[in-house]
């Protein structure tokens, strides 16, 4: 047990803030029309999807938050699922309130059971939330090659993919979601969202229109060239901490962040250019630096009991290390305020007085990453 890093005996996500409980159920989906990136000609895409839904008040005792098979995929991330607490009820029947759920489609870069918390609270204030994991993909060579070009182009063409699952979803929700789902949300108002490589997918899925209105990328490198990088509906930036694209290059080599000098360049020249193509782009553009975040905060990495050896500690330290549950408590405020304007057209305070509040900084991603 030496190897743990918990001091309580039992770990609590964050309790969900809406007026709704919360359902949670699970599908697997297969896109006929594309096959699996790896696998042979006959394997076709198949997508693990977990709903988060608005559910009637109950005292049904909440699932485990990594049930069955889930637990080893946790174990292999250094989770000790068993010692978690969620607040989400399995198969929970839906709130009886007749307003239809605006719908949001989450691209997972970790499992999606990883962005319980997220998912459940946004669920909890109206919405329909489908979380979209992968199948298997093959790990990009250029990942030891050290060619930014070759990464820009592999990942470009993940995310392009990725992209299509959120599409495939959408239109699979209105077919093959659950009976006690299926008339219960509203297509026509939906959102996508995503994570690291998930961010660059719900920018792809936001330059293709309706029925998607707005698009969230969190701590997200679009793996675009800036020219390519637009979209016409509303869109969040949310960045965490990226020394990688403030400090000099040297520096930044040097602490193990970049391959090279070169990559270095290249890679912020992209990066930033089509960060700030996207935020001029959109229709409006957000551009919000979480303060004290790193990419683990968006995940339920910072509120887990983890073994010291996990990999999500690593996603943690960019931004000093874990942080609880503030960088993640103000992330998901930003992401409900700005859903809660674009897809329901309601008043979002939040989003008037961004730049008033000390949790964020509020500027262009060419000013929030200017370098020194």
Do not use: K
């Amino acid at each position: 047990m030496s190897g743990m890093v918990w001091t309580e005996p039992l770990f609590q996500l964050p309790r969900p803030t809406g007026p709704h409980a919360v359902g949670r159920t699970a599908r697997d989906w297969t896109d006929a029309g594309r096959p699996a990136p790896s696998g042979g000609r006959r394997a076709l895409r198949r997508l693990p999807v977990w709903l988060w839904y608005p559910a009637s008040e109950t005292h049904a005792r909440p699932g485990p938050y990594l049930p069955a098979l889930a637990r080893l995929t946790g174990l292999a991330n250094g989770v000790v699922a068993g010692r978690v607490r969620a607040h989400a009820v399995s198969d929970a029947t839906p709130a009886a309130s007749g307003e239809l759920w605006p719908v949001v489609l989450f691209a997972a870069a970790q499992p999606p059971l990883l962005y319980t918390a997220l998912c459940a609270e946004l669920a909890s204030h109206g919405y329909l939330v489908a979380a979209v994991g992968t199948t298997a993909e093959p790990r990009p060579a250029s990942l030891a090659t050290g060619s930014f070009p070759r990464d820009l182009r592999e990942r470009s063409r993940l995310a392009a993919t990725r992209a299509g699952d959120l599409r495939f979803v959408l239109g699979e929700l209105a077919r093959a979601a659950p009976d006690t789902l299926r008339d219960r949300f509203d297509r026509d108002r939906s959102a996508v969202v995503g994570h690291a490589i998930g961010g660059a997918a719900a920018a792809v899925a936001s330059e293709q229109g309706p029925p998607v209105r707005a698009g969230a990328a969190l701590d997200s490198v679009l793996w675009r060239e800036p020219a390519a990088a637009g979209v016409e509906a509303a869109f969040l930036q949310a960045f965490g901490a990226h020394p990688e694209y403030v400090l000099p290059c040297d520096e930044a080599v040097r602490r193990g962040l970049t391959r090279s000098a070169q990559y270095c360049a290249d890679d912020r020249a992209t990066t930033v250019g089509a960060w700030q193509a996207l935020h001029d782009s959109a229709r409006p553009g957000y551009s919000v630096r979480v303060r004290g975040a790193a990419g683990g905060s968006f995940t339920d990495a910072p509120m887990l009991p983890l073994y010291r050896w996990s990999p999500l500690r690593r996603t943690l330290s960019a931004g000093g290390g874990p942080t609880g549950t503030e960088a993640w408590r103000a992330a998901t405020d930003l992401l409900l305020a700005f859903l809660d304007r674009h897809l329901r057209a309601a008043r979002a305070p939040l989003l008037d007085r961004l730049a008033a509040d000390g949790r964020f900084e509020v500027a262009p991603p060419a000013v929030l990453f200017a370098g020194r």
